[in-house]
């Protein structure tokens, strides 16, 4: 993400704000299963994940997504599936419903929650070195994530081309997206997402979709 990227209105609503949190567990979700079946991924939106799961201090909540909801298109999109306007990807919806378990287990474990902290602070310092997205990076998200997340009985089993999971870096760059998925998990949690919720407020993300489109 440059300086240049234009800056968007800041989300003026809790429903808005809990949008584009969850926008950004299903953009990870997405790019999870493009990865296991191309290998390749939209630049942007992974970009977009990265920066945020290594920026572990943003200024604001837009910063945290670099300040204009397009960079979250592809999980937005994904949400237009969810509220039921567009066909889903069955793949990804398990993939994100399975990221906000997962979240939510993490958030019990204290000294998990610890650990992950203490990680992703020195992989911030990494990133600083070498930029977010530099393989080294991505490594050290991968590995964070399969040293905490990956070690809970709930996991998520990544579906795709057996010869592109295994192919170089692939595994890691699949972590690190689950890893991004996991960061907006828990802020879409600590905007007052919760999965109850979803069913009764499926109208009003509707609006928030129209209004971040």
Partial sequence: MTSTTPIHTAPDSPVARQTLALAGVFQAASLVDELARTGQVDQRAWDTLIQATVNTHPE????????????????LDTLEALSGRQQANPAVLRYGFTLLLLMNKLRNDSQMMDQLGEKLS?????????GNTHENVIASLGEAYQETLSTLK?????????????SRMMPERVRACLMAGIRFALLWHQQGGRRWKLVFQRKAMRRALDDLS
């Fill in 60 to 75: 604001s909540f837009e910063a945290i997504y670099g300040g204009h909801p397009n960079n979250l298109r592809r999980g």
């Fill in 122 to 130: 020195r992989i911030q310092s990494q990133a600083e070195h070498f």
């Fill in 154 to 166: 709930t996991r998520i089993v990544v579906q795709g081309d057996p010869s592109m999971l295994q």
